[in-house]
Protein backbone atom coordinates (compact mmCIF):
# COMPACT_ATOMS: atom_id res chain seq x y z
CA UNK A 1 0.00 0.00 0.00
CA UNK A 2 1.55 3.55 -1.00
CA UNK A 3 2.11 5.38 2.25
CA UNK A 4 3.40 8.95 2.24
CA UNK A 5 5.78 10.69 4.98
CA UNK A 6 6.94 14.14 5.70
CA UNK A 7 9.86 15.61 7.79
CA UNK A 8 11.61 18.77 7.92
CA UNK A 9 14.67 19.06 6.94
CA UNK A 10 17.44 20.82 9.34
CA UNK A 11 21.00 22.17 7.93
CA UNK A 12 23.48 20.50 9.29
CA UNK A 13 25.48 22.58 11.46
CA UNK A 14 28.79 22.02 10.18
CA UNK A 15 27.49 22.44 6.34
CA UNK A 16 29.66 24.83 3.86
CA UNK A 17 28.48 27.92 4.07
CA UNK A 18 30.94 29.47 1.38
CA UNK A 19 32.44 28.23 -1.68
CA UNK A 20 35.90 27.34 -1.13
CA UNK A 21 34.36 25.07 2.22
CA UNK A 22 32.27 23.27 -0.77
CA UNK A 23 34.94 22.96 -3.11
CA UNK A 24 37.13 21.38 -0.77
CA UNK A 25 34.44 18.87 0.43
CA UNK A 26 33.93 17.71 -2.92
CA UNK A 27 37.74 17.34 -3.49
CA UNK A 28 37.27 14.77 -0.29
CA UNK A 29 33.92 13.10 -1.20
CA UNK A 30 34.65 12.96 -5.13
CA UNK A 31 37.32 10.43 -3.90
CA UNK A 32 34.70 8.35 -2.84
CA UNK A 33 32.90 7.36 -5.43
CA UNK A 34 32.97 3.85 -6.93
CA UNK A 35 32.89 3.19 -10.12
CA UNK A 36 33.41 -0.78 -10.77
CA UNK A 37 30.23 -2.11 -9.37
CA UNK A 38 27.76 -3.21 -12.22
CA UNK A 39 24.48 -2.08 -9.76
CA UNK A 40 21.01 -3.80 -8.81
CA UNK A 41 19.68 -5.56 -12.32
CA UNK A 42 17.05 -3.66 -13.84
CA UNK A 43 13.41 -4.52 -13.32
CA UNK A 44 14.19 -6.09 -9.57
CA UNK A 45 13.73 -4.58 -6.51
CA UNK A 46 13.00 -0.49 -5.83
CA UNK A 47 13.75 2.53 -8.08
CA UNK A 48 13.40 5.61 -6.45
CA UNK A 49 12.89 9.05 -8.25
CA UNK A 50 14.33 12.44 -6.26
CA UNK A 51 13.82 15.86 -7.19
CA UNK A 52 13.42 19.68 -5.75
CA UNK A 53 11.48 23.02 -6.18
CA UNK A 54 12.77 25.77 -4.82
CA UNK A 55 10.71 29.04 -3.87
CA UNK A 56 14.10 31.44 -3.79
CA UNK A 57 12.07 34.66 -2.80
CA UNK A 58 10.72 32.39 0.57
CA UNK A 59 14.34 30.77 0.68
CA UNK A 60 12.29 27.49 0.64
CA UNK A 61 13.54 24.18 -0.79
CA UNK A 62 10.81 20.80 -1.25
CA UNK A 63 12.09 17.12 -1.95
CA UNK A 64 10.51 14.82 -3.09
CA UNK A 65 11.18 10.88 -3.14
CA UNK A 66 9.20 8.42 -4.50
CA UNK A 67 9.61 4.70 -4.41
CA UNK A 68 8.92 2.53 -7.21
CA UNK A 69 8.52 -1.24 -7.79
CA UNK A 70 11.15 -1.62 -10.63
CA UNK A 71 9.58 -4.70 -12.21
CA UNK A 72 5.88 -2.66 -12.60
CA UNK A 73 6.73 0.66 -11.94
CA UNK A 74 3.49 1.14 -9.00
CA UNK A 75 4.22 3.54 -6.61
CA UNK A 76 5.54 1.88 -3.37
CA UNK A 77 5.90 4.38 -1.00
CA UNK A 78 6.47 8.66 -1.46
CA UNK A 79 8.27 11.26 1.03
CA UNK A 80 8.64 14.92 1.48
CA UNK A 81 10.96 17.19 3.21
CA UNK A 82 10.97 21.17 3.20
CA UNK A 83 13.22 22.89 4.75
CA UNK A 84 15.18 25.99 3.89
CA UNK A 85 17.67 26.59 0.82
CA UNK A 86 21.29 25.36 2.61
CA UNK A 87 23.79 26.87 -0.16
CA UNK A 88 24.14 30.30 -2.19
CA UNK A 89 23.51 29.89 -6.19
CA UNK A 90 27.11 28.50 -7.63
CA UNK A 91 27.32 26.76 -10.91
CA UNK A 92 29.04 23.63 -10.26
CA UNK A 93 27.66 23.27 -6.57
CA UNK A 94 23.93 23.12 -7.03
CA UNK A 95 23.93 19.85 -4.65
CA UNK A 96 24.89 21.87 -1.19
CA UNK A 97 21.51 23.82 -1.91
CA UNK A 98 19.58 20.68 -1.87
CA UNK A 99 21.40 17.55 0.04
CA UNK A 100 20.08 18.37 3.46
CA UNK A 101 16.35 18.31 2.50
CA UNK A 102 16.80 15.60 -0.07
CA UNK A 103 18.45 13.50 2.80
CA UNK A 104 15.39 14.33 5.17
CA UNK A 105 12.88 13.31 2.27
CA UNK A 106 15.08 9.81 2.36
CA UNK A 107 15.11 9.39 5.92
CA UNK A 108 11.07 9.15 6.36
CA UNK A 109 10.94 6.19 3.91
CA UNK A 110 9.94 3.00 5.62
CA UNK A 111 10.57 1.26 2.14
CA UNK A 112 14.59 0.24 0.87
CA UNK A 113 15.46 2.82 -1.82
CA UNK A 114 16.96 0.43 -3.93
CA UNK A 115 18.59 2.36 -7.03
CA UNK A 116 18.29 6.16 -6.78
CA UNK A 117 17.98 8.24 -10.24
CA UNK A 118 18.35 11.78 -10.03
CA UNK A 119 16.77 14.65 -11.69
CA UNK A 120 20.44 15.84 -12.39
CA UNK A 121 24.00 14.27 -13.34
CA UNK A 122 26.26 12.00 -11.51
CA UNK A 123 30.08 12.37 -12.92
CA UNK A 124 28.80 14.07 -15.85
CA UNK A 125 29.62 17.03 -14.16
CA UNK A 126 32.66 19.77 -14.03
CA UNK A 127 34.43 18.57 -11.11
CA UNK A 128 32.81 14.89 -11.94
CA UNK A 129 30.63 15.12 -8.31
CA UNK A 130 27.22 16.45 -9.48
CA UNK A 131 23.98 15.88 -6.75
CA UNK A 132 23.82 11.78 -8.00
CA UNK A 133 27.18 11.08 -6.81
CA UNK A 134 27.16 13.20 -3.93
CA UNK A 135 23.99 11.74 -2.65
CA UNK A 136 25.51 8.16 -3.30
CA UNK A 137 28.54 8.63 -1.43
CA UNK A 138 26.71 10.37 1.55
CA UNK A 139 24.40 7.31 1.49
CA UNK A 140 26.00 4.18 0.46
CA UNK A 141 23.02 3.71 -2.20
CA UNK A 142 23.61 2.94 -5.68
CA UNK A 143 22.38 6.03 -7.89
CA UNK A 144 22.45 7.66 -11.38
CA UNK A 145 21.63 11.11 -12.73
CA UNK A 146 19.34 11.48 -15.95
CA UNK A 147 19.53 14.76 -17.28
CA UNK A 148 16.84 16.88 -19.35
CA UNK A 149 20.69 18.92 -20.77
CA UNK A 150 24.02 18.31 -21.58
CA UNK A 151 25.56 20.94 -19.33
CA UNK A 152 28.44 22.37 -21.02
CA UNK A 153 29.54 18.58 -22.85
CA UNK A 154 29.27 17.85 -26.39
CA UNK A 155 27.65 14.36 -28.05
CA UNK A 156 27.09 13.15 -31.55
CA UNK A 157 22.84 13.10 -31.83
CA UNK A 158 21.67 9.49 -31.24
CA UNK A 159 20.22 7.38 -34.07
CA UNK A 160 16.28 8.12 -34.21
CA UNK A 161 14.62 4.88 -32.41
CA UNK A 162 14.36 4.27 -28.81
CA UNK A 163 17.52 2.85 -26.95
CA UNK A 164 19.90 4.62 -29.42
CA UNK A 165 22.48 6.17 -27.45
CA UNK A 166 25.72 8.53 -28.01
CA UNK A 167 28.98 9.23 -25.90
CA UNK A 168 28.53 12.21 -23.85
CA UNK A 169 31.91 13.28 -24.41
CA UNK A 170 33.75 15.82 -22.08
CA UNK A 171 37.58 16.36 -24.67
CA UNK A 172 37.76 12.67 -25.45
CA UNK A 173 36.54 11.38 -22.07
CA UNK A 174 32.84 9.32 -21.74
CA UNK A 175 31.05 10.81 -18.76
CA UNK A 176 28.00 9.76 -19.81
CA UNK A 177 25.77 9.05 -22.71
CA UNK A 178 22.47 10.73 -24.78
CA UNK A 179 20.34 8.11 -24.66
CA UNK A 180 17.05 8.26 -26.55
CA UNK A 181 13.98 6.88 -25.11
CA UNK A 182 11.47 8.06 -27.10
CA UNK A 183 12.06 7.49 -31.00
CA UNK A 184 13.21 10.71 -32.72
CA UNK A 185 12.34 12.57 -29.48
CA UNK A 186 15.48 14.69 -27.84
CA UNK A 187 17.43 12.48 -25.51
CA UNK A 188 18.13 12.42 -22.47
CA UNK A 189 21.41 12.37 -20.48
CA UNK A 190 22.60 9.52 -18.60
CA UNK A 191 25.50 9.42 -15.88
CA UNK A 192 26.69 7.25 -13.50
CA UNK A 193 26.34 8.14 -9.48
CA UNK A 194 27.90 5.61 -7.57
CA UNK A 195 28.08 1.87 -7.27
CA UNK A 196 26.13 1.30 -10.93
CA UNK A 197 27.52 0.95 -14.61
CA UNK A 198 27.05 3.11 -16.99
CA UNK A 199 25.69 0.41 -19.08
CA UNK A 200 23.66 -0.37 -16.43
CA UNK A 201 22.69 2.93 -15.74
CA UNK A 202 20.71 3.20 -19.43
CA UNK A 203 19.23 0.05 -19.13
CA UNK A 204 17.35 1.29 -16.17
CA UNK A 205 16.80 4.31 -17.68
CA UNK A 206 15.09 2.64 -20.68
CA UNK A 207 13.18 0.50 -18.35
CA UNK A 208 11.79 3.89 -16.23
CA UNK A 209 10.68 5.77 -19.74
CA UNK A 210 8.07 3.06 -21.28
CA UNK A 211 5.82 6.38 -22.36
CA UNK A 212 7.33 9.45 -21.66
CA UNK A 213 10.90 10.98 -22.59
CA UNK A 214 11.52 11.36 -18.67
CA UNK A 215 11.86 8.51 -15.93
CA UNK A 216 8.50 7.69 -14.13
CA UNK A 217 10.34 7.95 -11.00
CA UNK A 218 11.57 11.23 -11.84
CA UNK A 219 8.13 12.55 -12.96
CA UNK A 220 6.25 11.53 -10.48
CA UNK A 221 9.11 12.90 -7.64
CA UNK A 222 9.03 16.14 -9.72
CA UNK A 223 4.93 16.68 -9.19
CA UNK A 224 5.29 15.56 -5.99
CA UNK A 225 7.80 18.16 -4.74
CA UNK A 226 6.28 21.06 -6.48
CA UNK A 227 3.24 20.09 -5.04
CA UNK A 228 5.12 20.09 -1.19
CA UNK A 229 6.31 23.74 -2.44
CA UNK A 230 3.40 25.32 -2.76
CA UNK A 231 1.78 24.17 0.43
CA UNK A 232 4.58 24.96 2.25
CA UNK A 233 4.61 28.31 0.50
CA UNK A 234 1.08 28.75 1.62
CA UNK A 235 1.27 28.51 5.08
CA UNK A 236 4.35 30.51 5.03
CA UNK A 237 1.31 33.12 3.79
CA UNK A 238 -0.80 32.94 6.68
Not at 36 to 43: F, I, K, L, M, R
Not at 82 to 87: H, L, M, N, P, Q
Not at 158 to 163: L, N, Q
Request: glycine residues 8%.
Amino acid sequence: MTTHAAALAHIPADWPADEPTARAVQDVLRARVVLDEAGPEPGTGHVTGVDVAYDDERDIVAAAVVVLDAATLDVVEEATAVGRVAFPYVPGLLAFRELPTVLAALGALEAAPGLVVCDGYGIAHPRRFGLASHLGVLTGLPTIGVAKNPFTFTYEAPDAPRGSAAPLLDGGEEIGRALRTREDVKPVFVSVGHRVSLDNACAHTLRLTPRYRLPESTRRADALCRRALREATAQALL
